[in-house]
């Protein structure tokens, strides 16, 4: 049976979801894990200086393709672990800046993948967030500093906030402690909204990050719909689910005889708009018919 090796910046419990989605559309090509394919799964648990060590395992396995989830360390570290294995990535940002691929549409070399179009949607994420909270609301960002691309993500934010002529403080959180202690600054300040910024380790601190922003009655806006389904109060972006799915037939197709440079890197065409209208009920907030009409779910 051929052997996928599956390189993680979480903890599976994280990406329980859409991991079922990769593996179904693995099965529908033909490969089902246990029985006619093996996965080895190597997760870094948030700990991203692992990586390098659990990609170089991989290589050394000689797996047939090496998948990456979870933002774009576990690509790059796999990327450096091997020239030859087949990549099939997942990443948050353009990965051609970044030196991942030589283009999209002919990526050349070993990798290819999906884009998830998280840092080039912030300015749709910012003016979500003003349609919901009353004109001139102070807003803040919260981001990262420790993950990889934590730079082009603030440089983001920063320029899509100009664009729009809105002021926008950025707050810096790496750990549980932090997170909690920037809630408490936002709530003295008198923010009156937030942009979460795209962060595996804030996915797997979801339910903390939504508790206090509910706490505080902070409105927030996250990029990933996992936050609402947590009870954020809205969420935009790319489908992880749809996602995953895709880098499962990527798997197949290369499984079957493609070349990761014969195939371009997904870049996609639809993005979840999920607002939690109980969460919205409970910060006094009244979403505006228009925002109410374009979701593509409500949670009520």
Not at 101 to 116: D, I, K, M, Y
């Amino acid at each position: 049976m051929p052997v996928v090796g599956l390189l993680g910046s979480l903890s599976p419990a994280a990406v329980a979801r859409p991991l079922a989605a990769l593996r179904q559309s693995l099965k529908e090509i033909g490969y089902e894990e246990g029985k006619t394919l093996v996965i080895e799964y190597r997760w870094a648990e948030g700990r991203y200086g692992r990586l390098p060590d659990l990609a170089a395992d991989l290589a050394q396995r000689q797996v047939a393709v090496i998948v990456t989830v979870g933002g774009d360390p576990p690509a790059l570290a796999a990327k450096a672990a091997t020239s030859t294995i087949p990549i099939v990535f997942m990443v948050g940002r353009n990965p051609v800046k970044f030196g991942l691929v030589a283009s999209l549409n002919r990526p050349e070399g070993n990798a290819t993948g999906v884009n998830l179009f998280i840092t080039e949607t912030e300015a749709k994420r910012i003016e979500l967030l003003r349609e919901l909270v009353p004109m001139g609301t102070p807003l803040a960002a919260l981001m990262n500093p420790k993950t990889a691309d934590a730079e082009a993500q603030i440089n983001e934010v920063l320029g899509a906030a100009r664009t729009l002529q809105q002021q926008i403080e950025v707050m810096s959180a790496s750990d549980e402690h932090e997170i909690d202690t920037a809630f408490a600054t936002l709530a003295q300040r008198k923010i009156g909204g937030l942009l979460v910024g795209a962060d595996p380790f804030y996915n797997n601190r979801r339910d903390l990050i939504t508790s206090l922003a509910a706490r505080h009655r902070i409105p927030a806006i996250y990029p990933l719909r996992d936050f609402a389904d947590s009870g954020g109060l809205i969420s935009y972006g790319t489908s992880l689910t749809d996602a995953y799915r895709q880098v499962g037939v990527y798997v197949g197709r290369i499984l079957k005889g493609e070349k990761p440079a014969d195939l371009p890197v997904v870049q996609p065409t639809k993005f979840e708009l999920v607002i939690n209208l109980k969460t919205a009920k409970a910060l006094g907030l009244i979403v505006p018919p228009m925002l109410l009409t374009s979701a593509d779910e409500l949670i009520e």
